[in-house]
């Protein structure tokens, strides 16, 4: 079975700056998604950014990137010139290819940001 | 743009009582989830429907849940007899439309259970 781990519950950014989260997972598939979901006060389930593990070339989307090391198993979320709106807990999600297939979440982390 | 929707947005039962959430899917898509957060935990897979049937469940997708496709559009989850620890927030999520990987999430129903 996969598992998803963040390790960090908490995080802390001033405006403006970059930060960095982390996720490693555990997996003996080759092929598979990465996720990383904002969750808001508001408690929806936001996509941020996906990767496809079969993809060498990491992730960007705007401010969004992603750091893939698949030999690693790691799956780190990069947020530049951070906004009080990126205030939010993250999650990392795990799939296997198959269309019908769940996520599996880490625990996630929290995000604050200073301004 | 398209999004799933759930209703209620909270809902409040007695211990005992069953309860029914709602999710109309996006359009076209194939493949329904729903998932449980427990407050303060992470996402939990709770059942993958497929061709209206269960594809996947969780073990914690007891014989006290079900779930159904009964129109066409909507997506339902009931809850025979409601327990406290079943209060949380479910999500909804759809997925698959042709060249889409990401499961996309409703905005999610409280329940709480007293």
């Known amino acids: 079975a996969q598992t998803v781990t963040q390790s960090q519950p908490e995080m802390s950014v001033q405006e403006a700056e970059t930060v960095t989260l982390s996720c490693t997972y555990d997996?003996?598939?080759?092929?598979?998604?990465l996720f990383w979901y904002k969750q808001p006060p508001s408690r929806q389930m936001i996509l941020v950014i996906r990767?496809?593990?079969?993809?060498?070339q990491n992730a960007t989307e705007n401010r969004f990137s992603v750091n893939f090391q698949k030999a690693a198993k790691s799956f780190s979320l990069k947020i530049s010139d951070s906004q009080l709106g990126d205030a939010a807990m993250y999650f990392c999600?795990?799939?296997?290819?198959?269309?019908?297939?769940?996520?599996?979440f880490g625990k996630g982390i929290t995000l604050s940001v200073r301004p | 743009e398209p999004e799933v929707t759930q209703t209620p947005s909270h809902q409040v039962t007695q211990m005992g009582q069953e309860v029914i959430l709602r999710c109309v899917p996006i359009?076209?898509?194939?493949?329904f989830y729903w998932y449980r957060q427990i407050l303060g935990q992470k996402v939990e897979f709770l059942v993958s429907?497929?061709?209206?049937?269960?594809?996947?469940k969780s073990e914690i997708f007891d014989d006290q849940f079900s779930v159904e496709r009964p129109d066409g559009s909507n997506f339902t989850l009931k809850i025979r007899s409601t327990k406290l620890e079943d209060s949380a927030m479910y999500f909804c999520?759809?997925?698959?439309?042709?060249?889409?990987?990401?499961?996309?999430f409703g905005q999610g129903t409280r329940l709480t259970v007293v």
């Open positions: 359009s076209n898509h194939l493949y």
């Open positions: 999520a759809s997925s698959f439309r042709r060249g889409v990987t990401e499961a996309f």
């Open positions: 429907f497929y061709n209206n049937e269960i594809s996947e």
């Open positions: 997996t003996s598939e080759s092929d598979y998604y």
């Open positions: 999600a795990y799939r296997s290819t198959g269309a019908n297939s769940k996520l599996t």
């Open positions: 990767q496809e593990a079969y993809k060498q």
